[in-house]
C-alpha cells in the first residue's frame, strides 16, 4: 500500500507537473514582470476584501497605478511602504504640496444676510440664495471639504472655517473639488504668501460683508517686489512666478488682515475642535 | 394617457385666488433701478454705457454678446451712478448698471420706427426680437430669437403656447390672456409668419375659464389657432409635459423640442412680441404676479424690469408680521431670496411671501422608501435613489441615473413624507458634476 | 420527491452551499461589494464546480479505489493545479472571458465550496449523474446567495450606517438574516 | 532590509520583494494573535469559524488542528523554499499543506473519534482555508523556519482564540454548557438560535460590533484628549 | 538568539519562462512521493485505533437494534438479492447489509439494516432492527443526523421517543398529542413532528423494502 | 424703507411648499390601523394578548430609545414594529421571550443598518424569526382562545431565561392540523378567528378593514396585499383542482398569518419595492412561496419566511424594475 500511495501521489504530482510545464510553453504570456513583484508582496490571501478580484488582480492595478497600495486591507503597514517604494521610482522627488484656503471669513467676522434652512452641506447650500451668507464668494462652513477628504487632514474651527493639517494633506485635491465656492487652491508647502479673500467687492463697501477681507486697497501691491501682486477686479492676487521674492513686509501694512504671512497651518490661532463637539 | 395631460404630476394647492380676479395695475417709477447685465441664458450682455451718463427709457445699457444673448435696456430715464457687483436674484453677484430715476423724466421712449412684421424677412423678424431684448418669459429666460430661427435641417410644424401656469399663487399668465388677448394672437401671428409655421396650439389649464373664453373669443379666422384646455396638474407647463400632453409625443432624453418640430414660447413671452411689433419698445417691463399670506395687498402689476424687491414689496404694503420667505417665481420651482436689494428680472414671473408656518421647516426624516416621489417624477426618474446618492455625494452615480433628465421641478420633494429636499439636493448634484467636467475652477 | 430534484432543491435552497453549509464563505464575505463581480464570481465557481464533480468522480472510481485516505490530497492538487492551467488557457485564448471571469479564478482555489463538493459527493456515494446535479445546485445556490449579498450591500453603501457596523459587523448581520430567510426552506421534501 | 525603489533587480543580489521586514520572534507570534488576527481582522478562513464553532470542544479542536497544520506546513514550505520551482509552487504548498491536514486528520481519528465525527468534512477543508494558503506564500516561503513556524503558531494561535471566543459564546447560550458541562443549571430555555447557521454569522457579527465599539470609544477618548 | 533575514530565491523575482521544465517535473513528483509515503505511515499507524472504533461503533448499534443477540451474520446485497459473500472488488461501506442476530441457542432474533432518507434538515441515518416474518420492531438507532440541537435531535435523545417502537407492527403511524395505540402507533415529538414522521417514514420504507429480499433469502434455504 | 419684515429671511430650497402627509403622520396613522386588530386580539385571547403585545412593543421602543439616535421613538416605526411583532406571537409566550424578541428585531433588525429607512429587512419579522429559531417550541404552544378576559395563558410569567412550564390546554393552529394530522378547518371558524393561533392570525376581517382604510388613505400600496391574496388564491385554487387533497384556495387565504402579513409586513414600506411593477413582482413572489412552503415545505406555515425571502430580493428587484426615463424607450417619437 505504501508503494500503491506514493505512486498515485508522485504520479498525479507528475502528471500536472508535465501539465503545468506544456501549460507554461503553449499558454505563456507576456506581462510586466513587476505585477510578478509586486504580487509576492502582497498577502496573497486573495481574500477579495480590496474589493478586486485577488491578489493578482490588485497587483495589476497598482502596478497600472489605478490603485494605492494601501487598498489592500489585509497587508501590513510595512507592505504598504515596501510596494510603494517599489513602484514609485521617482517619489519623494516633487515638492509637497498642501491645500490652502482662500477665504478667512469665519462666522465672527462674516455676517449671514439670511438664515439658511436645509440640507447641511455646502453644495447643497450653495444652490440656494447662496446659502444666506452675505458674501457670496466666501465658505460656506457646512464642512463638505472635511468629509470628503480621505486623509482627516481638514477639521472645522468653531468659527466655522476648514483648517487643513499641512501634515497630514497629500494634495490628493479632493478638496478642491468638493468646495463649490472653489476656495481650495493646492500650494507648495514652502510659499509663505497667500490672500485669503475672493470677494471681488472692493473698497469699504466690502467690510459690510466681512471685516476680513480684501479691500483692494493696494498697499500689499506698493510693498512686495514688483509683478508679485496685483490688484485684480476688486481683489489682490499673488502670481507665484515670483514667489521667490515673497517676503513678509507685504502683508505688514494690510488693513483687514486679507493676505496673511504663512508658517505651517492656516488660521493657527482658531482651536480646532473635535467632531463631536461641535454643534 | 388623454391628449390633455402627461403621466405622473402633482397636486399643489393653487392659491391662485389672491390674484386671479384682480386687474393688472401698473407700478410707478421706484427711485433707483438696477439692471444686472446677466438676465438671460447665455452670455451675458455686454456693458455700453459708464457712470455719469445719461438714459432714456428704453435706451440699451448692454449689448447683445453673440447669438445666444440679448441686450438689455433702461427701463427708466435717469443717469448711470454706478457700475459694480451687485446682489443678484439667484445668490450671487452680478455686474450690474445702477440708475438714479430721474423723477422729472416725462419716461416716454425716444420715438422710434415700428417695424411692419408684414413685409418682413425671418431674419428681419428675428433681429428686431434680438434688438429688443425678448427672452423667454416663461421663467428660463431664454433668447426668444434663437427659438425663432431653427437649425437648418429642421422644420417646425407646430408652435405650442404655453399658458398652463402650473406654478400655485402665479397669475401673470392667466391675467395676460384675459386681458390682452388680441396682442398674445398677435404674437402669434408674428411668430407664426417668421417661422412659416402653420399650426399652433395654446394650452391653457382648465382652471382658468375666463382666458380661454377671451382668447376663443378674440381667434383670427385665417390663422390655425386651437385653444386646447389642459388637465389642472403641476408640472403641466413644463416643456415635455407640455408637448406631450398637446402632441402625444415624448421629446427624447437630451435632445430640444425642436426635434421632433415643436417650439413652445410662453404666453408672455409672445405678447412681448406683440408688443414689439405694436410699439417698437424693447422689452423693459413685464407682468409680475405679487402674491402670498405674507403680504399685505397682493397684486398682478406691470413692473419695470430693474425694480427692487424691497420696493416692489413696499408698493404692495408691505408684508406681514410673520412673513419669513420671499420667493422669486413660483413656490414649486421659485428662489428664495436672501437679500432684498435683488431686482426683479425679465424672467421672473412672480414674487411670493410665505409666512413662517408655510415654508419647510419641519424635520426631515430619512428616506422610508415609500416610492411616491417615484409616483410623482413627470420624468419617471428614481428620485429616491438619486437622493440616496447625492446624501454620499456620489456624483457620479446620479449621473449614471440621469440625472441630467431632471428638470428640478420639485414634484419628489413635494409629496416626500420625509421632507427630503431631494431637489436641492439634485441641482447640487448638477452642480457639482458641471463643475468636474469643467475642471477644477 | 425523485431522487436528483431533491439533492438539485436541497443544495440550492433547503441547504444552500453558503447560507447553511458554510461553504465558500471567504468570496462571500470578501467578493460582494459589487453585484456585477458577485455574480460573476458565482458563475465562475459553477463552472469549476462541475469540472471538479467530474474530477473527483474519475479519481474516486479509478485511481482511489484501495487508498481513499488520499483523497483530500489529491482532490485538492488536482483542483489546484487544474484551476491553474484553465486560467492559463483562458487567458491566451480568450481574453476577454479571462477579462470578465478568469481573473476570479485564483480566488476559486482556495474556496472550500469546490473541495467541499468533491468530499461531499464522495462520503453520499453520489454517482456521476448525482454529482453533477448536486455541482449545479450547489454552484446555483452559491451564485444566488452572493448576487443576493452583493445587492443588499450595494444598497447599504447608501445607507446611513452606524460607525461601527460599517466595515464587517453589518455584514454578518446580514448573512445572518439571509440565513434565516432560506430557514423557511427546512424540511422541502420531507413533508408529509 | 530595506526596500529600495529601484525596477526590478535583474542580477543585483539577493532582493525578496515583499519580504516581511524583520521582526522578533516574539513579534511573529503576538502578530497572528493581535494585530492581523485571522479571523477577527482579516477575514480568512471564515468557513471552519462559522461551521464548528457551535460546540466549545469543536472550536477549539479545529483551532489546534488548524495551528498543527500552520506550523507543519510553514516549516516546510520555508525549508524547502529554495527547491520550489516558482511555476509550480502554489501546486507544492497546496500538496504541503494538504498533506499535513490529511496527517491531522487521521491522528484526530484516531484519538478522538466523536469530535472527528462532529468536524466531518470540515477537518479536511482546512486546506481550503485561505489563510494557510496566504501564509505559505506570503511569510513562509520568504523567511527562515524558525521565523516561519513561529508566524504559523501566532496565526494559529490567534485562529483558536477567536474560535474558542466563538463557540464558547454558542455553545453557552445555545446550550446552556461550555465543553458539555452545564453552566445555567435545569431551568435554562437554550437559545436553539445561536448553534443554527444564523447564530453563527450573528455571533461573529456581534463579536466585530463589539471590537469596532471598543476601538471607536478609543479613538474618540484619544481624540477628546489631544 | 538572533534572527537572521534570509535573502531568499532568485526564483521569486525573476519568473516565467526561466524554470527548466526537469525542474517543474522533480518538485511535483518529490514532493507528491514524499507526502504519500508521509500520509501512508501515519495511516498504518493510526489504522487499528480507527478500525477499531469504527467496528464497535458498529457492533454496539448492531447489539442496540437487536437487543443483544449472541451472534449475528452479515448478508450483503448484490443484484438485488442477498449473498453471504461480498463481492472483492467493492469497496464494502457502499454495499447495502442486513445483519441477521441469533441468541445463543441459534434462533434468530431479527435483521438490522441501516437505511437513510431526508429528515428535516439533511439525510437522516437509522439503523434499524425488526423480525422480518411478522414485521414487529425491535428497535432502532440514530446513526447520524443533523437536525436542529434541541429540537429534531430528540429523536435520537428522547428515550421515551424510542421505546414506544419497541415491538410495534410496521407499518407504523406517527399521531399527535396522544398516547400511540398499540399494534403501530407511535407518538411523535411536540416540536420535532417533521423529525419524528422521518423517523417512522424510514422505518416503514426500510421494512417494506427489505421484507420480501430476507423472504427470498428464507425460502432459497441458504440459511 | 425696508417693509417690516422677520429680523432674517429664510432661505430654503425650491419647493417651498410640500404635501399634508408626513412620514410620522403615517406611521401613527398605521398605530391607529392596528388598534381595532389589538382589540380583537385580547377578545379571543383577553389580557394575554395584550401583555404579550405590549411587553413585545416595550422591548422595540426601550432598545430605540437605548440605541438609536436620539428622538426617533416620537416618528411612531418602532411602534409599529412592536405591535407587529406581538401580534405574530402565540398569546401563552412567555413575556421575557416577547421582550427579547422586540429588542432583536429593532437592534438587528433596524438599528445596526441605520435606523428607520435603512433596513433590507423586516424588524418585526427579524424579531419574530429569532425567536422561532431560538425557541421553537414555545413559539409554537398554541394556546386555544376563549376563557374568561382575566384568565392568564399559557406561562407568561416564567423567570427570564428559563423554560415556561407546559399549558395543560394548548391546541394547534388549523394549518398545523392540516399539516401533520390531515385535518382541515371550518371556513366559519376561520373567518371568525377562533381557532388557534398567534394573536393577530385570528382577526382576518378586522385587519383587512385596517388595511383598506390604509390604502384608501394611501399609506400603504393596495398592490402588495392584493398581488399575494391573488396570487395565494390562484395558486392553491390549482394545486387543489390537481389534487383534492390540497386545501382549497379560502383556507389557504384566511388561515394563518397571511392576512396580517399581506396587509401589515408585506407592506412596510422601506422592505418592499418602490416601483410599482416591483410591487407586483413582490407580492406574487411572496404569493407563490406561502403556499410553496405550505404545501411541500417542512414547516405548516410560511409567510413570515416568504416575506424575509423576498425583502432580501426587494434591491434587486429595484434594480430590475427602474422606470424608464420620458424621452427614452420605445414611447419616443423618432
Ligand atoms: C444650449 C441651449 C440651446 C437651445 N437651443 C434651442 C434651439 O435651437 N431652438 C429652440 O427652440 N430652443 C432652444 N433652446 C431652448 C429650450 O428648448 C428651452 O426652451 C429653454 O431651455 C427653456 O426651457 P424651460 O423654461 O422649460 O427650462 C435651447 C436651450 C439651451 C439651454
Ligand atoms: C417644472 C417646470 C414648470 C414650468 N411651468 C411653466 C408654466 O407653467 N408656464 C410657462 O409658461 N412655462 C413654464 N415652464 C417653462 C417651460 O418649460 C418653457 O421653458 C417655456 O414655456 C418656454 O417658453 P419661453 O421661452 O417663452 O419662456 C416650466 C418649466 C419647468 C421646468
Ligand atoms: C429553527 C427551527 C428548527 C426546527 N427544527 C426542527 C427539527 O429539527 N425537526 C423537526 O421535526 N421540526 C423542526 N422544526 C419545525 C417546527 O418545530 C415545527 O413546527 C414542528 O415540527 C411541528 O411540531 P408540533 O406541531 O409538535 O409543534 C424547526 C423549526 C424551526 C423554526
Ligand atoms: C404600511 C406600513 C407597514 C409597516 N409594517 C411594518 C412591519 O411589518 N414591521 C415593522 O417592523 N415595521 C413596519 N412598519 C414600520 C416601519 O416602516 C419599519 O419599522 C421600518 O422597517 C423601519 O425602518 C410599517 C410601516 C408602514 C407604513
Ligand atoms: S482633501 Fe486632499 S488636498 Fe484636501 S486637505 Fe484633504 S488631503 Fe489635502
Ligand atoms: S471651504 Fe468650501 S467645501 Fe469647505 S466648508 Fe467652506 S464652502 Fe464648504
Ligand atoms: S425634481 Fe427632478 S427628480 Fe424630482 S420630480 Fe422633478 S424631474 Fe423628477
Ligand atoms: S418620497 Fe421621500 S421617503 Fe418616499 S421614496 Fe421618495 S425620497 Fe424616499
Ligand atoms: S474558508 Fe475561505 S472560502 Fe471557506
Known sequence: MTLLAILILGGVGLAFAVFIAMANRRLWVWEDPRIDVVASMLPNANCGACGLPGCRAFAEQAVEGRVAPSQCTVGSDDAHQAIAGFLGVDAGAAVRRVARLQCAGGSDVAAAQAEYRGLATCAAAAAVAGGGKGCAWGCLGLADCERVCDFAAITMSDNGLPVVDPVKCTACGDCVEACPKGLFTLLPVDYHLLVQCKNLLGGDAVLEQCKVACTACGKCVQDAAPGLIRVASGVAVIDYDFNPQADRHAVERCPTGAIVWLSGAQFARVPALTGSERP | ????????????????????????????????????????????????????????????????????????????????????????????????????????????????????????????????????????????????????????????????????????????????????????????????????????????????????????????????????????????????????????????????????????????????????????????????????????????????????????????????????????????MGQAQANLDAPVLKGTTGVVVLERHETRLDKVYPCIHCGRCLEACPVFLNPSLLGDFARVARWDDMAEQHLADCMLCGSCAYVCPSNIPLAQMFQAGKLALRRARAGTP | MSNLAWIFVSTLLVNNFTLVMFLGLCSFF?????????????LANTFVLLLTAVGAWVLNTYILTQTPFLRTIAFIVVIASGVQIVEMAVKKHFPILFRQLGIYLPLITTNCAILGLALFQTSRHYNLVESLVFAIGAGLGLTLALSLMASIRERIEVADVPVIARRMGLVLVIASCLSMAFMGFAGMGSAP | MTTTASAPPSGTPAFVPGAPPPASLAADIWRGISRENPVLVQFLGMCPTMAVTNTLANGIAMGVATLFVLVGSGLMVSLFRKYIAHEVRITSYILIIATFVTLADLILAATFPVISKALGPFMPLIVANCLLLGRAEAFAAKVGPLRAVADGFGMGMGFTLSLALLSAIRELLGRGSLLNHDVFGPRFEPWVFMVMPPGGFLTLGIALLGLAFIIEARRRRAERLG | MTVTHHHGTPAAVTPGKGTPTWRLLLTLALAGAMSGWLVVTVYKVTLPAVREYAAQQANAAVREVLKAPARWDTLYLVNDALTRTAPVKADLADIPKAFVGFDASGKRLGVAVTAAEPGFQELLTLMIGFDPETGTLIGFKVLDQKETPGLGDKIERDTAFGRQFVGRLAPLLGVKGRAGKPPSEVQTITGATISSRAVIRIINHAVARWRPLLEAWDRSGAR | MSPPLAPKLIVTASPHVRSQDSTPVIMWNVVGALVPVIAAAAWFFGVSALLVIATATLGALLTERAIGR???????????????????????????????????????????????????????????????????????????????????????????????????????????????????????????????????????????????????????????PAGILITVALFSAVIHLIDPRRPDALFMLFSGGLMLGAVYMATDLVTSPVTNRGRWLFAVGIGLLVVVIRIWGGLPEGVMYAILFMNALVPFINRATQPRVFGTGGRVAA
Not at chain 2, 410707478?28 to 438696477?34: A, K, L, Q
Not at chain 6, 384568565?151 to 431565561?161: E, I, M, Q, T, Y
Not at chain 6, 378547518?185 to 377562533?194: I, K, P, S, Y
Request: with cysteine; net charge positive; hydrophobic share 45%.
Open chain 3, 30 to 42: 470578501g467578493v460582494t461589494a459589487k453585484i456585477e463581480t458577485a455574480w460573476r464570481l458565482g
Open chain 2, 1 to 332: 394617457m388623454t391628449r390633455t395631460g402627461f403621466r405622473h404630476g402633482v397636486h399643489p394647492r393653487e392659491e391662485k385666488g389672491l390674484t386671479s380676479g384682480l386687474p393688472i395695475r401698473r407700478m410707478p417709477f421706484p427711485d433707483e433701478i438696477v439692471l444686472p447685465l446677466r438676465q438671460h441664458a447665455g452670455n451675458p450682455a455686454k456693458l455700453c454705457v459708464r457712470t455719469g451718463d445719461h438714459v432714456e427709457r428704453g435706451d440699451p445699457v448692454g449689448l447683445a454678446d453673440g447669438w445666444v444673448s440679448v441686450p438689455v435696456h433702461a427701463s427708466a430715464a435717469g443717469t448711470v451712478t454706478d457700475i459694480g457687483w451687485w446682489p443678484h436674484p439667484d445668490g450671487s453677484m452680478a455686474m450690474s448698471v445702477r440708475i438714479a430715476v430721474d423723477r422729472y423724466a416725462p419716461q416716454v421712449a425716444r420715438p422710434r420706427r415700428v417695424p411692419r412684421w408684414e413685409g418682413l424677412s425671418t431674419d428681419a423678424v428675428v433681429r428686431a426680437v434680438q434688438d429688443a431684448g425678448v427672452v423667454g418669459l416663461g421663467g428660463a429666460a431664454f433668447p426668444t430669437h434663437v427659438k425663432l430661427a431653427p437649425p437648418p435641417g429642421v422644420t417646425v410644424h407646430t408652435l405650442i403656447i404655453n399658458g398652463a401656469e402650473c406654478e400655485p399663487y402665479l397669475t401673470s399668465d392667466h391675467r395676460t390672456m384675459a386681458e390682452y388677448p388680441a396682442r398674445v394672437l398677435f404674437g402669434i401671428r408674428v411668430m407664426m409668419h417668421a417661422m412659416r409655421v402653420n399650426k399652433c396650439v395654446v394650452g391653457v389649464e382648465r382652471n382658468k375659464p375666463d382666458a380661454i373664453a377671451a382668447l376663443r373669443q378674440a381667434l383670427p379666422s385665417d390663422l390655425d389657432i386651437a385653444i386646447l384646455p389642459l388637465t389642472v396638474k403641476y408640472p403641466q407647463g413644463a416643456e415635455k409635459m407640455l408637448i406631450q400632453a398637446v402632441t402625444g409625443i415624448e421629446v427624447p432624453s437630451g435632445k430640444l423640442p425642436v426635434s421632433v418640430g415643436v417650439v413652445v414660447q410662453n404666453v408672455g413671452s409672445v405678447a412681448a412680441i406683440g408688443e414689439v411689433f405694436e410699439t417698437g419698445l424693447p422689452l423693459i417691463e413685464r407682468i409680475v404676479t405679487v402674491s402670498g399670506h405674507g403680504l399685505r395687498r397682493p397684486a398682478n402689476l406691470i413692473v419695470p424690469v430693474g425694480t427692487k424687491l424691497r420696493d416692489l414689496l413696499a408698493f404692495c404694503d408691505g408684508v406681514t408680521a410673520d412673513a419669513a420667505e420671499v420667493i422669486l417665481g413660483g413656490p414649486m
Open chain 6, 70 to 224: 436620539g428622538g426617533t421613538v416620537a416618528d411612531g416605526s418602532a411602534m409599529i414594529t412592536g405591535l407587529l411583532l406581538g401580534l405574530s406571537l402565540p398569546a401563552g409566550l412567555p413575556l421575557w421571550m416577547a421582550f427579547l424578541g422586540g429588542a432583536f428585531g429593532i437592534g438587528f433588525g433596524k438599528l445596526v443598518w441605520g435606523g428607520l429607512g435603512q433596513n433590507v429587512f423586516n424588524p418585526a419579522l427579524v424579531g419574530r424569526a429569532f425567536l422561532q429559531a431560538a425557541f421553537p417550541v414555545a413559539i409554537t404552544t398554541w394556546p386555544v382562545p376563549g376563557g374568561g378576559f382575566w384568565s392568564l395563558k399559557g406561562d407568561l410569567f416564567a423567570f427570564p431565561f428559563t423554560h415556561p412550564s407546559p399549558d395543560a390546554i394548548t391546541s394547534a393552529t388549523p394549518l398545523g392540523l392540516l399539516k401533520f394530522e390531515g385535518k382541515g378547518t371550518e371556513l366559519m371558524h376561520l373567518v371568525f378567528g377562533d381557532t388557534g393561533g398567534s394573536l393577530g392570525e385570528t382577526a382576518a376581517l378586522v385587519i383587512l378593514a385596517g388595511g383598506i382604510f390604509l390604502a384608501i388613505k394611501r399609506y400603504l400600496n393596495w398592490r402588495i
